[in-house]
């Protein structure tokens, strides 16, 4: 963004040359225009919130905030999102007029104003998050650098991803579906690769309420994985998701099985909420435990770092406070040695606003990339980016200011969620 000031010197040093003519045939006048007519950004300090508004698309909602200075920041949250048009508008009322550069004190304010309004976790801290996450965005650009810069600088340019294959989509996928997938990820050039093994109408499964995987189950589950990583060879990291849809015996047994299969974590084998679970199940197994994606907040990590709860944290960063936070937890579980790993399911904006925080701290691991950002158009309509989104299975940080990415309102109108306006 050109600053007023170069602006109005060079201007200046015209009017100065064109001064003896001045007074003649009314040279000064079109000079004098020029400058009224300038736009002249002041101060930050001046910096001021005008408006807040959203849109929403499938699961996720899109946050826009003016300001008085003609700069904008876009944000996303996501899953614990639907409904809350009118969340998003009371938040904007509690920081309109204020200055969005003091992005932790705004935070802070929203968060300590909802102690009585769900803030510590959930809609509330979801909705919070995209809007935190567009804070961000115009501090970057009103001070004309990048998100990860104002984060405290980078500890690398390139954020390695994993390819998350979505096999769920499908019915019942077969140890060669597995195989078949991993090798596609492969070719494309990830070397990390997600599957996911709960699978709801396994017709082996005891019953639908049951959490406890029958034999058959567990025996599903093993020959998918071994066939995935038949097929891309040891060099390759494999992770599986659970989605906490079992308990802590069928963690415990899954854990165990999948030790030859040298995963880089099982995700999520039990829900989140009992951290001493899975303390237990961690304490049972070589194999890597991840959970974090549906906690909230440093405090929601706080007790599950403390007991060794697990080996490896992903907090979704669209949904657990946003950038700011998402550094206060991967610092915090930097002091348990434990490594960071985002969960994201957001769009390339919420893609790019999570390789910030994953730059500007030392325990990062690797973080979420979807496979659908490759077979669905909506994910490269909604936005607008002229770079390249991934290679190799990395991310290069975008070096603009900002997040670096906008959103597309125009391209996205297609894809809102009918019932709800759409940024107004």
Request: net charge neutral; with cysteine.
């Amino acid at each position: 963004m050109p600053s007023s000031r170069r602006n109005f010197l060079s201007k200046a040093a015209v009017a100065a040359a064109m001064t003896p003519f001045a007074s003649l045939s009314g040279f000064g006048k079109p000079y004098e225009e020029a400058i009224d007519n300038f736009e002249k950004r002041s101060a930050p300090s001046d910096l001021k919130i005008t408006d807040i508004k959203c849109g929403y698309i499938r699961g996720s909602l899109f946050v826009k905030i003016f300001t008085n200075q003609g700069i904008w920041g876009c944000g996303e949250g996501v899953d614990a999102i639907p409904g809350t048009y009118h969340l998003v508008k009371n938040f904007g009322r509690r920081i309109n007029g204020q200055n969005p550069l003091n992005v932790h004190r705004l935070f802070e304010n929203i968060r300590r104003s909802g102690f009585f309004q769900g803030a510590q976790s959930g809609m509330y801290v979801a909705v919070l998050s995209a809007v935190e996450t567009a804070l961000w965005d115009i501090a970057g650009k009103a001070l004309n650098v990048p998100v990860y810069q104002l984060l405290g600088g980078k500890f690398r340019d390139k954020i390695r991803v994993y390819c998350d294959t979505a096999l769920y989509q499908r019915n019942l996928p077969q140890p060669k579906d597995f195989a078949d997938a991993a090798l596609n990820a492969k070719k494309m050039g990830f070397n990390a690769i997600k599957f996911d093994l709960d699978q709801a109408n396994d017709p082996k499964k005891y019953d639908f309420y049951n959490w406890t995987a029958s034999p058959g189950e567990l025996q599903r589950m093993y020959d998918q994985v071994a066939a995935a990583r038949q097929a891309v060879g040891p060099e390759t990291d494999i992770l599986v998701d659970m989605h906490g849809r079992y308990d802590a015996v069928t963690a415990q047994a899954v854990a165990k099985r999948l030790e030859p299969m040298n995963l880089l974590w099982l995700e999520e084998p039990i829900p989140a909420e009992n951290v001493e679970a899975y303390k237990l199940i961690t304490e049972s197994t070589s194999t890597p435990i991840a959970v974090g994606e549906n906690h909230y907040l440093a405090h929601g990590f706080r007790r599950l770092l403390e007991i060794g709860g697990a080996d490896i944290i992903m907090p979704d960063l669209q949904k657990a406070g946003g950038l700011g936070e998402g550094q206060r937890i991967a610092n915090l579980a930097n002091l348990y040695y434990t490594p960071f790993a985002p969960h994201m399911v957001a769009s390339f904006l919420g893609a790019m606003a999570a390789c910030h925080v994953c730059a500007s701290v030392p325990n990062f691991l690797i973080l979420e990339w979807q496979s659908y950002f490759h077979t669905d158009p909506m994910f490269k309509e909604i936005v607008k980016y002229d770079g390249e989104w991934v290679k190799d299975s990395f991310i290069t940080l975008s070096e603009k200011p900002g997040i670096g990415v906008e959103i597309n309102e125009e391209a996205m109108k297609k894809y809102a969620v009918s019932g709800i306006p759409f940024f107004e």
